[in-house]
């Protein structure tokens, strides 16, 4: 039954039904750019490609920078222990950044490096000399990557790099946990 008839009726509708429009459906599909549902128009995926390979070759200044800042916060927690916990803090949230990115630009042992020292900086009751230590073996180890633009696993490269970080865990566990 229609509103009209309704109305004349004396009846209200118990119902109405709406049919929007599903814009979200379309841009998904590529808005009608392409050909068929999901395509995306050709220019635009050769722009992001473009924009892409430009930030895999930005990749490496930019861990530099960041490394950076993160020695700095490693000098924070040698220089002023009782803010060991809040340098610590900010060190995983660089971690969480880094282990992430890395992959994504083809340095696999910045993300290793990047998970291991996330896993490594979780709260704890205290933070003494020796977990300041192994914070500084993981920099040094994302810098050694860095600094030699090692991509992927690294290789041999790559193998002795991860052994030099479980190796500063060896000297200094045992008195970490």
């Given at each position: 039954?229609?509103?009209?008839?309704?109305?004349?009726s004396g009846?209200?509708?118990?119902?109405?039904?709406?049919?929007?429009?599903?814009?979200?459906?379309?841009?998904?599909?590529g808005g009608g750019g392409g050909t068929g549902p999901g395509a995306i128009a050709e220019e635009a995926l050769e722009a992001a490609e473009a924009e892409f390979v430009k930030m895999a070759?930005?990749?490496?200044?930019w861990?530099?920078?960041?490394?950076?800042?993160?020695?700095?916060?490693?000098?924070?927690?040698?220089?002023?222990?009782?803010?060991?916990?809040?340098?610590?803090k900010e060190l995983r949230d660089a971690a969480h950044d880094l282990k992430g990115q890395g992959g994504t630009f083809g340095y696999s042992l910045i993300s290793h490096f990047g998970e291991s020292l996330y896993n490594f900086a979780h709260p704890r009751e205290?933070?003494?000399?020796?977990?300041v230590e192994i914070i500084k073996a993981h920099i040094d180890a994302m810098k050694a990557v860095i600094a030699?633009?090692?991509k992927g696993d690294g290789g041999q490269v790559g193998k002795e790099l991860i052994q030099s970080l479980h190796k500063a865990f060896e000297r200094h566990a045992a008195v970490v946990d």
């Open positions: 039954m229609t509103d009209a008839a309704a109305a004349k009846r209200k509708p118990k119902v109405r039904y709406y049919r929007f429009r599903n814009a979200l459906r379309e841009k998904a599909s070759e930005d990749y490496p200044d861990v530099q920078a960041h490394l950076r800042k993160l020695y700095e916060m490693h000098g924070r927690c040698v220089d002023s222990p009782e803010l060991r916990h809040f340098q610590f205290e933070y003494n000399d020796n977990h030699g633009r090692i």
